[in-house]
């Protein structure tokens, strides 16, 4: 019998038995002869071979539970702080009082390396803020930004140059991924990072979106304000 006679016959008589996988209780002196491998070269029994795979089985379900169990924890923590960012934007009684509580909370509350917003307009009372640039809305260094801005979806990953220019201008250096909030008809929020696998492509974007929702609902109150 050829090699290929005989690898045809193994693999029709696993298939015969993934058919019938009784067959052994009829034959149980044939469970007992068989010898199953071990990766340290030893044998050990079918019945102790298929309660090791199931014990596997047992601890990586164990694995993936833990890990939903974590992610659960952290996304009702993101809920939480992105409800309680929301309050504090409507508790607000300015555009200007409504952008600092905004770039508070993503240096405190999320904890961002570098925080920057661009206003499209100038804003009372922030004149001197350093994470403020204004910048006109049809000024050719936000050509960069034109798609995101009529897209209006979050980025996340590690920016092009021109872009950290604009944004974070002499900390450019420092930036290593970012998570970008266009804001269309208003302006750009940015929240970088030194770590370089702190945000990026593919990440969920759900509370960044709802993020930058609650900031522009909470803008319009003032549009007819400066």
Same mark, same amino acid.
């Given at each position: 019998?050829?090699?290929?006679?005989? &690898?045809?016959?193994?693999?029709?008589?696993? %298939?015969?038995?993934?058919?019938?996988?009784?067959?052994?209780?009829?034959?149980?002196? *044939?469970? $007992?002869?068989?010898?199953?491998?071990?990766?340290?070269?030893?044998?050990?029994?079918? %019945?102790?071979? #298929?309660? !090791?795979?199931?014990?596997? &089985?047992?601890?990586?379900?164990?694995?993936?539970?833990?890990?939903?169990?974590?992610?659960? #924890?952290?996304?009702? $923590?993101? /809920?939480?702080? +992105?409800?309680?960012? +929301?309050? =504090? *934007?409507?508790?607000?009684?300015?555009? /200007? !009082?409504?952008?600092?509580?905004?770039? /508070? =909370?993503?240096?405190?509350?999320?904890?961002?390396?570098?925080?920057?917003?661009?206003?499209?307009?100038?804003?009372?009372? @922030? !004149?001197?803020?350093?994470?403020?640039?204004?910048?006109? !809305?049809?000024?050719?260094?936000?050509?960069?930004?034109?798609? %995101?801005?009529?897209?209006?979806?979050? *980025?996340?990953?590690?920016? $092009?140059?021109?872009?950290?220019?604009? @944004?974070?201008?002499?900390?450019?250096?420092?930036? #290593?991924?970012? %998570?970008?909030?266009?804001?269309?008809?208003?302006g750009l929020v940015a929240v970088g990072s030194h770590d370089p696998n702190r945000f990026y492509p593919g990440m969920g974007t759900l509370f960044l979106r709802m993020m930058g929702e609650a900031l522009a609902t909470a803008l319009a109150r003032f549009d007819a304000q400066p």
């Open positions: 019998m050829s090699e290929t006679q005989e &690898k045809l016959g193994a693999h029709e008589v696993a %298939a015969w038995l993934r058919r019938h996988p009784d067959f052994l209780k009829q034959f149980p002196d *044939l469970a $007992q002869s068989l010898v199953v491998p071990r990766e340290d070269g030893r044998t050990a029994s079918l %019945a102790s071979y #298929q309660l !090791e795979v199931l014990r596997e &089985k047992n601890r990586e379900l164990s694995r993936r539970l833990a890990d939903l169990s974590a992610n659960a #924890q952290v996304n009702e $923590q993101l /809920a939480v702080r +992105t409800h309680q960012l +929301t309050l =504090s *934007l409507m508790r607000q009684d300015s555009r /200007a !009082e409504t952008l600092r509580a905004m770039a /508070a =909370s993503l240096a405190e509350d999320f904890a961002g390396d570098l925080v920057r917003i661009v206003s499209f307009r100038p804003v009372a009372g @922030l !004149e001197d803020a350093e994470w403020l640039r204004v910048v006109a !809305e049809d000024a050719p260094e936000l050509g960069a930004f034109r798609d %995101a801005l009529a897209s209006g979806e979050p *980025l996340c990953g590690r920016l $092009q140059a021109d872009k950290n220019a604009v @944004l974070y201008g002499q900390a450019r250096e420092q930036v #290593q991924s970012s %998570a970008l909030l266009p804001l269309a008809g208003t």
